[in-house]
Nanobody, 126 residues
Framework: QVQLQESGGGLVQTGDSLRLSCAGV????????MAWFRQAPGKEREFVAA????????YYGDSAKGRFTISRDVSKNTVYLQMDSMKPEDTAVYYC???????????????????WGQGTQVTVSS
């Protein structure tokens, strides 16, 4: 089973940028669709962005459109989430997830994503 590990979280100020990374541990996930979700305290998990295993299509949640960019580097077995123009409401634990490459990424549902990382905390101060 693919294992995932997020990194890159931290404390930033409003308007700053941050790049999260999600690395496959021990096994590659080159055939997996990948996604980022986040969960703020007291709130439900929220879809952020997804990318196909071929990296030929991406999909974003409303909160991420125009500010976040998902990408992947197959050679490094890593998926990235570039976050720009950050806001305090972006504060959350961010999780990456992997799902079968045959699935559709054009959904905000987490159902198809079967493998999850431990999460990385992102805090945006005002």
């Amino acid at each position: 089973q693919v294992q995932l590990q997020e990194s890159g979280g931290g404390l930033v100020q409003t308007g700053d940028s941050l790049r999260l990374s999600c690395a496959g541990v021990e096994r590659p996930f080159s055939r997996s669709n990948m996604a980022w979700f986040r969960q703020a305290p007291g709130k439900e998990r929220e879809f952020v962005a997804a990318i196909t295993w071929k990296a030929d299509s991406t999909y974003y949640g409303d909160s991420a459109k125009g500010r976040f960019t998902i990408s992947r580097d197959v050679s490094k077995n890593t998926v990235y989430l570039q976050m720009d123009s950050m806001k305090p409401e972006d504060t959350a634990v961010y999780y990456c997830a992997a799902g079968p490459g045959i699935g559709s990424i054009r959904t905000t549902s987490a159902t198809q994503y079967t493998t999850w990382g431990q999460g990385t905390q992102v805090t945006v101060s005002s």
